[in-house]
């Protein structure tokens, strides 16, 4: 039997958890098209091994799946670090999900796209990827988000074996909302708790053709690596960059109800 939190009972083999504490995003800061993967809304947890096999969006339809026991994420049902919200957590060595429909989100080299991050990383000094899409299991036509062996978050974005890495900085084991800001073109915009770490810089060469989008790590030649050990509580993807005055509201609502200093 399958436990709905909030909503009632139904057969099934999965648990359906929601209803912990709000973590809404408020109307209006985002566009209609936005996704929105809130680890206190949508999350079903596997029946026999109690880790996340769905992470479902709440406005769209760009879903974290996963089928295989084995790589299945952690659910953590109260996390400290995010003031006792929700979270999805990679090991850093098995546990990754397939993003449904990022790829046509983040094709393109003209299109914009905004994302938002609220994470930490719970392994330092290690070459992880966070968030990541490419193209038909190979390693060029790739964009992603990591961390480095060399303690940096960084980004890269590139369409063929020459990769545009560019970093954010150091990165620590506390928790932090990232915005990524791709407006068109080559460049790209970043910060971290709302301080700009990189402004309009180079992101990419070549127009992207991707169809594999991967939470937690990556995939080369049809194998998943570079798993992540990360938590993260909330994903956040618009294809319509909201205003900077939406944007300032929307980081002012994710520190506060995460707990994290951003301005």
């Known amino acids: 039997m399958t436990l709905r939190i909030g909503g009632g009972v139904r057969l099934g083999a999965n648990m359906n958890i929601g209803g912990g504490l709000d973590s809404t995003i408020p109307d209006g800061l985002l566009s209609g098209s936005a996704t929105v993967l809130n680890a206190d809304r949508g999350i079903i947890l596997d029946g026999v091994t109690g880790r996340v ?9 760009i879903d974290c799946t996963q089928a295989t026991d084995s790589a299945q ?7 400290p670090q995010f003031g ?8 850093g060595s098995a546990y990754w999900m397939e993003i449904d429909g990022y790829a046509t989100l983040m094709n393109g080299d003209d299109a914009e796209t905004y994302r938002v991050l ?8 290690t070459l992880s990827y966070v968030l990541s899409v490419n193209a038909n299991d ?12 060399s303690g940096n978050f960084n980004c890269s974005r590139a369409a063929d074996a020459t990769s545009v890495l ?21 460049t790209l915009t970043a910060t971290l708790d709302g301080v700009v770490k990189l402004d309009a810089v180079a992101y990419d060469t070549d127009p992207l053709a991707v169809t594999l989008g991967t939470l937690f790590g990556h995939r080369f030649n049809g194998s998943p690596t570079g798993f992540s050990a990360t938590e993260m509580t909330q994903m956040i993807f618009d294809p319509i960059i909201p205003s900077a005055g939406n944007r300032t509201t929307l980081r002012g ?3 506060e ?3 994290i200093s951003t301005i």
């Open 53 to 61: 096999s769905n992470w479902n969006d709440q406005l769209g339809s």
């Open 166 to 186: 560019q970093s954010l900085g150091p990165y620590d084991t506390d928790p932090h909302i990232i915005e990524l800001i791709h407006t068109g073109g080559t």
């Open 257 to 259: 109800i995460y707990g």
């Open 84 to 91: 006792g919200h929700s979270s999805v957590a990679g090991d």
């Open 73 to 79: 994420p952690d659910y953590i049902a109260i996390n």
């Open 138 to 149: 190979t390693s060029t036509n790739a964009d992603y988000f990591s961390t480095s062996g």
């Open 253 to 255: 609502f994710l520190g």
């Open 118 to 125: 609220v994470l930490r990383a719970t392994q330092l000094a």
